[in-house]
């Protein structure tokens, strides 16, 4: 891989994908959308956007991604998940919807819909663990992570609240950075893809 | 600080929505089967669009009641409408904390001048429109999605793809003009300057497209996404139909497979009746719901 452009997959059944391959096209990557194994099979990491999370977990069972996408994240392939994306990675979900299944691949609870309905839903100043300015949070009917497991480092905070979180190839975000034009957290995934494809 | 009930904030659940079913729902039970079906949010209303042509009579707000209790079966965002212009019922359903207004031409409008003024609301808004033109004037009074109108009710697709075709056909047209041409095509399409300014630059609307009106099968949704529709409002087209959960599920799979044919006839495979219908055009012109607004 060493310097060719990293192809990067956005699980594209649902949701906010369109803004993710802006984003990462932005920032030079080579960004395809995701619907089948086949598209999953070919690239270097994977995005997985906000959407609604109980959609995306009936349409990981019937396009038959599940198990590759599991697979895949298991085998150290980068993934980074945002809003409903970082839903599909916890260990743990409160308040999700009887039967709804997530890869319990990221050692934290989210609570679905934690700062409560629409009305509820925000834009707000988060501050990054690497420094520099704050970034604009947009935080849209957003989950809130209510435990942190051990290992999992906190990438940015709401307040005293972690808003993104990293566990080895594995990131997070409660929030849309793809809605605003602030990169940062795409690069920081973006540099894990090198790392790994390096190797 | 935190700051609530912005663009950004409201147009940002619209594109959480993308690629996804907005389904009608009359009662918390057929939430719940939406909900299991994939859709990506719920109308909730107390007639479906059918039944409301059938009825006649006024149209209007549903019963809040009836609204929380399907606020309560389900998880997923819930939308309700209320008549074009009656600024006072949006009052109302905001305060129930509902997901986003849709301010909507299948019920009765309460003023025939003025839509509702939307920037003054915290709670987003989605309305219907015609053409390019309507659907910025509703952008700029603030609405942060725009759906076709269709003609609701119907299960007729036709209207549908008239109105999604003459959007994205105009944008295609003013994304081919000089910059210079624009102050005169804002005047003709009766629209901000500044909001037909960004549209040619972005090559699409401001905010989300979903298309509504007419769609009944899980080919007519995949048709929509292929002509340029973010996503698919389903009407009377589920519950009218024999076997609503199957086609719920079917056009939630059709529309995010939109391009695979294959899958669409794996999903259109024995899904019993879809609703009965009615051809737009056996509709009197004083019937049809998409003259209302402007």
Redesign the interface.
């Known amino acids: 891989m060493a310097g060719s452009t990293p192809r990067v997959g956005v699980l594209a059944l649902q949701g906010a994908f369109r803004e993710h391959i802006s984003a990462l096209q932005r920032l030079g990557a080579d960004a395809v959308e995701v619907r089948t194994p086949a598209e999953l099979a070919a690239v270097d990491g994977i995005m997985l956007p906000g959407g609604e999370s109980t959609t995306m977990d009936l349409l990981l069972g019937s396009s038959g991604l599940r198990e590759p996408l599991a697979a895949a994240v298991a085998a150290g392939t980068p993934v980074f998940g945002t809003c409903a994306g970082l839903i599909l990675l916890a260990r743990d979900i409160e308040d999700g919807v009887e039967g709804q299944r997530t890869l319990q691949v990221l050692d934290v609870t989210a609570l679905r819909n934690g700062y409560g309905r629409q009305v509820k839903s925000f834009e707000g100043p988060v501050a990054l663990a690497s420094g520099g300015a704050d970034m604009v949070g947009v935080f849209i009917r957003a989950p809130r992570i209510t435990r942190v497991g051990e290992g999992v480092e906190i990438l940015a905070r709401l307040g005293d609240e972690p808003v993104a979180v990293r566990s080895g190839s594995i990131m997070a975000a409660t929030f849309h950075p793809e809605l605003t034009d602030d990169d940062r957290l795409h690069e920081v995934f973006l540099a894990g893809i090198a790392n790994t494809s390096g190797e | 600080?935190?700051?609530?009930?912005?663009m950004?904030?409201k147009g940002?659940?619209a594109?959480?929505?993308?690629?996804?079913v907005i389904m009608d729902v009359v009662n918390a039970e057929q939430a719940k089967i939406a909900?299991d079906?994939?859709?990506?949010?719920v109308m909730a209303l107390e007639r479906v669009p059918a039944d409301i042509r059938a009825d006649g009579g006024v149209a209007r707000m549903s019963d809040p009641e009836m609204i929380i209790g399907i606020?309560e079966a389900?998880?997923?965002?819930v939308m309700a409408k209320v008549r074009i212009g009656h600024f006072v019922e949006a009052q109302v359903i905001?305060s129930l904390?509902?997901?986003?207004i849709d301010e909507s031409e299948v019920l009765t409008p309460a003023d025939e001048a003025h839509h509702i003024d939307k920037w003054k609301f915290?709670?987003?808004f989605v309305c219907g429109a015609t053409n390019l033109g309507e659907a910025l004037r509703r952008i700029g009074e603030g609405a942060a999605m725009i759906r076709s109108k269709g003609e609701a009710g119907t299960g007729d697709v036709v209207e549908a793809v008239r109105h999604i075709r003459a959007i994205t056909g105009e944008i295609r047209q003013l994304q081919a003009m000089d910059p210079d041409e624009l102050y005169a095509r804002a005047k003709e399409l009766q629209a901000p300057l500044p909001l037909v300014q960004e549209t040619a630059r972005l090559g699409r609307l401001p905010v989300v497209l979903f298309t509504a009106g007419g769609v009944a099968t899980p080919a007519d949704a995949a048709l929509m996404m292929q002509l340029g529709s973010d996503g698919v409002f389903v009407g009377s087209g589920i519950f009218k139909s024999g076997d609503p959960a199957a086609r719920a599920?079917a056009v939630?799979?059709a529309t995010?497979?939109f391009r695979?044919a294959k899958k669409i006839a794996e999903v259109s495979k024995g899904l019993g009746e879809a609703m009965v219908g009615r051809s737009a055009k056996s509709i009197p012109e004083n019937e049809l719901l998409a003259g209302r607004g402007w």
Do not use: F, N, W
Request: net charge negative.
């Open positions: 600080m935190s700051e609530q009930g912005t950004r904030v940002g659940l594109e959480m929505l993308k690629g996804g909900e079906a994939g859709a990506c949010a606020q389900v998880s997923i965002p905001e904390e509902v997901d986003y915290t709670i987003p599920r939630v799979e995010t497979h695979d």
